[in-house]
Structures are given as structure tokens and as C-alpha cells.
């Protein structure tokens, strides 16, 4: 191959490679997790200033947590007798059963998650004092 | 305990093979006081549901540093589910089979749920809550095996066999001292990291290739010219 088809060829790889991460930081490098959730369930409540909103879904617990799953995978997870609790960087999303065989999404951010669901997650995604207090039998004590 | 495991059935049943992860298990996945606290969280369902749940992981491991049988449940550590006082049962079963360092098989998990419940979840429910067979073999292998008996409960609510187990969301404040640590990385990259990989392969070994190929041009680079 000669070397002017070597140099258009490198161009062209190069320039395939950086239109692939532009067009991919254009159309979702300001998407995440939480406007997933968003977008894609019915909005039931929001808090303090929207750091806490509670969605709906009528699909069962287990389908909405794969979806979000699926879509964002996490950085860790935590299955409870209550429901399913997802670890992004910036939030907690909990998904469990609304009682009607449909499902409630709780979505807030990571200090306010922490303290929302500190008998359920407390432990495994930071630090766990207060068993008593949480209503939870017993703990791992500190982060796993 | 023999009519009920007669009566019982397995709901469904996934197996998963993975390469060789971190070797062989040298102590008990669980330990004693993360069992602990799973069977009390596994008394509190039944408490609310009327079903015993339990757990039995069978381990094997080629090496011979630990093969046994872990088990636990409703009525405690080391309590298997089906008894005469849990009428009815669900137990979250594995089988780890680890091979020896020098083996060229990989490891593999087989796991399933067995029950003398009918209509309850299988491992196709346990797969949508983030169950599997590479779960069980890693390095959280313990949280794995917690996720997955912790989950049955919730699965058993949404087939409509029991009602649901209430969340205890927290009513004003935790401890001072206790937060959220170890924050996790990019999402971003997360989800879309295989992407991101690919196009920054092709950028950088495209512009190396072209500038390697113009320099080799331009100063001769690999073209040896021999003086007399």
C-alpha cells in the first residue's frame, strides 16, 4: 500500500473514531439515570427542590429495575425483602411494590438516599451505626 | 421434612460458566454475621407473608480448601427451610463448582429455586433483579447470595402470592457520623464505556498510522542508505 493510501486510510479511521464519540457525547453525554426515570415513568411526587421525586409504573417491581438496569447498568445494587435499590454516582434509585401489582420509583440523590433508605442500604453503601434506629435486625456494621 | 421436599419443586434453573475468578473459596461465602442478619431479615418476611425463605449453596471446589454446604434460613443460620413449622417454603439453591488452579475448565454456578409453593418466582425473576452465575462467582460473591435470597420476598409479593414486605424509609435523621462512601464512578462510562473505548482506539490508532506512514516518508524511517 503506498504511503499516501496509508495516510488518507489513518485519517479516515481517525476521523470515523472521533465522529463516533461526538455523535455519542451529543446524544448522550447529558443524559442520566435520573432523567431515564424521568422519561420513562409517571411523575408522583418531587422534594426539596427535586434532589427526592417519587415516580409510578404499573409494571411490577422486578421489570421497572431491569429496564433501568438494562438501560444504565449500576455501579452496585442491593436486593431487599422490600424491594430493589440501584448505586448510580450521583443518585439512589429504590424501586418496590406499589401494593396494586404496579411499582413505586424513588429516585434521590446520594446524601438524601443514604438517609431515605438507611435501613436498607446502610452498611453495604457506607457506614451503619445505628441498627435500632433503622429498624433493621442486626448489620454488617460497616460498608461491605 | 421428607413430604415437603417431595411436594417441592424447581422453578426454573440457570446455569452460568465463567473463566477462572480469583481461584478457589477459602472460607465460608457468608460470613457469620451477614447470616445472621440475612435469616433475621428473611424472619421479618415471613413474619408479614406466612412463607419460610431459606438459602443452601452447595460449594465444590477442586482444590480442597473448602467444599461444603452453606445454609440458612427464616429460622436461622445453618436451618434448613423445609421443616415441619414452615408449611410453606421457598429457598434460593446454588451449586459453585470452583476448579483447581491448573485446570483449564472454567468455573461454573448453577442456580435455582426450589419450593413447595406454586406459582412463585424462578430464576428467570431472579435473572431481572440482577441474579447470575458471574454474580456468584466474583469477588461479592457474598452481597450475590444475599441479593438473591433477599430478593425472593419481594418476587413472591409481585406474583401476588403475599402481600408485600413494608419499606422502612427513614424518618428524620441517621447518625452524624454515618454517610454514603466509596462514590462510584461515571455512568456515562459505565454505559457506555465499550463505545468510548472503540472510537478512542480508532482516533488514536488512525492519526498513529497516518503519522507513522508521512514520517516514514518524510525522514526515510525505516529505509537504509549505505555509503561506499
Not at chain 2, 412463585?120 to 441479593?147: T, Y
Request: charged fraction near 20%; hydrophobic fraction near 40%; glycine fraction near 14%.
Amino acid at each position: 500500500m503506498s504511503t499516501r493510501a496509508q495516510i488518507i486510510l489513518g485519517l479516515v479511521l481517525a476521523g470515523v473514531g472521533g465522529l463516533t464519540f461526538a455523535i455519542l457525547l451529543a446524544v448522550t453525554g447529558f443524559e442520566s439515570p435520573r432523567d431515564f426515570v424521568d422519561d420513562r415513568y409517571t411523575l408522583v411526587a418531587s422534594q426539596d427542590g427535586g434532589r427526592s421525586k417519587e415516580y409510578s409504573s404499573p409494571q411490577p417491581p422486578s421489570a421497572v429495575v431491569q429496564t433501568i438496569a438494562d438501560r444504565w447498568q449500576p455501579a452496585d445494587r442491593v436486593n431487599d425483602t422490600a424491594g430493589f435499590f440501584l448505586r448510580y454516582r450521583d443518585d439512589i434509585v429504590a424501586v418496590m411494590s406499589d401494593g396494586a401489582g404496579g411499582s413505586r420509583i424513588y429516585v434521590d440523590d446520594e446524601e438524601e438516599g443514604y438517609r431515605h433508605w438507611y435501613g436498607h442500604v446502610g452498611g453495604y453503601w457506607g457506614t451503619y451505626s445505628s441498627p435500632a434506629e433503622a429498624g433493621r435486625g442486626g448489620g454488617p456494621g460497616t460498608g461491605k | 421434612m421428607r413430604a415437603h421436599a417431595a411436594r417441592a419443586v424447581v422453578l426454573g434453573l440457570a446455569v452460568a460458566v465463567s473463566g477462572p475468578i480469583g481461584g478457589a473459596e477459602a472460607t465460608p461465602i457468608l460470613d457469620a454475621a451477614h447470616a445472621e442478619e440475612v435469616a433475621a431479615q428473611l424472619a421479618e418476611a415471613t413474619a408479614v407473608q406466612g412463607i419460610c425463605y431459606g438459602w443452601q449453596v452447595q460449594i465444590d471446589d477442586d482444590d480442597g480448601t473448602y467444599s461444603g454446604t452453606e445454609l440458612g434460613s427464616s429460622r436461622g443460620v445453618d436451618l434448613a427451610a423445609e421443616h415441619p413449622s414452615c408449611p410453606r417454603f421457598i429457598v434460593f439453591r446454588a451449586d459453585l463448582h470452583y476448579t483447581s488452579e491448573s485446570s483449564e475448565s472454567s468455573d461454573s454456578a448453577l442456580f435455582y429455586v426450589w419450593a413447595n409453593v406454586g406459582g412463585g418466582p424462578d430464576d428467570e425473576d431472579l435473572r431481572r433483579v440482577g441474579v447470575s452465575g458471574e454474580a456468584l462467582l466474583g469477588n461479592k460473591d457474598d452481597l450475590a447470595i444475599a441479593n438473591a435470597v433477599l430478593a425472593l420476598p419481594a418476587l413472591v409479593a409481585e406474583h401476588g402470592l403475599a402481600p408485600p414486605v413494608p419499606a422502612v424509609g427513614t424518618e428524620g435523621t441517621i447518625p452524624a457520623a454515618d454517610r454514603a462512601t466509596g462514590r462510584p464512578g461515571s455512568d456515562w462510562i459505565r454505559a457506555y464505556g465499550a463505545f468510548v473505548f472503540l472510537s478512542a482506539a480508532l482516533l488514536i490508532g488512525g492519526l498513529g498510522w497516518a503519522g507513522w506512514a508521512w514520517a516514514a516518508e518524510r525522514f526515510h524511517l525505516g529505509k537504509h542508505s549505505v555509503r561506499e
